[in-house]
């Protein structure tokens, strides 16, 4: 039996000191393999000034310590009424105005104009606040999603037009009801007017409301419309980086390793093509199996070895949303090369 058990010990201590070793050799290799590609040549674009060199497609070069490129994002008007053709009752104490409308962008809402004009100051003026609040069973709900206000200072007697900016803009999502609430700050002592248009239906996808209790109920004028616009600032839903020329200052460079840093939220993509040439001019962009119809998609990958045997390389950097809110944002690009 002991003999038995002895020999029994020897194989599995045998088996785990291979085991160990082949562990140990196999560190050792990835670790001589690390130092062979950290101490390769290297092309690094990972300032502001790296990307700001190359060519722009619906993209912007973002923070200015450190150098990142993103979608580009535009402001632009959504949802409009503009016509008028009388004022509202006073909005003052509990008296609540409010318009529902249909975003028709995805995007952050950023701001909302409305025309208005003062009345009485009272002896404890308030500001003038726009929220943009959810719709509930076709009315404004009691959920703020966003506030802005307009000091009472800046309201004369006439009628002109406020842009109610959203210190964090509240997300929007295309096709989703909400509601503009119009009212004053803290029941203040002034009243204010703001420019409708009655009678008419003319913007089909929401109505103007009233409310006589500080917005607890809210009665539907549904032939008026308020006089209003929307702003939404979205991202691009794609765009383009193409790198500046890297210059190895030799013919017979071998092009190693694609490696980037970059933060690719859900709903996002970014992918990488490459070109290589000798005259420093013809760019011609293709991915890892040399085709311009396949892409980079993953960090360190070993770059296409029909580049060999060149000497100057652009990359091209391909952004892509789903989801106009969100961008992929490219921080750090790294070419690994081996030169004469
Ligand atoms: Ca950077
Ligand atoms: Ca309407």
Redesign the pocket.
Known sequence: MNRRIGITTVLVTLILISIVFADILNYYGRIVATIIVLESPKWIQTTYEDFNAGIKTNVVITNIDNGEVELAKTVSLDQS?TLEDKDSGKIELNKYEAQTFIAGKTGKLVSVIIKAKKGQDGNNPQPLVVELRNVDGGKPGSTILASAEIPHTNFTGSDKEYNFTFSTPPDVIAGTSYAIVIRQKSRGTADYKIRIKDKG????????FKSDDGGSTWTEQ????IYFKTYVESYATSGVFESQAFDSNSASTKWKKLYWDADIPTGTSLKFQLATNNDGITWNFVGPDGSSSTYYTTSDSDIWSGHDNTRYIKFKAFFETTNATITPVLKEVIIFYLSD
């Open positions: 009424q239906n003319f913007y089909p996808d929401g109505a103007r549904a032939n008026d419309d």
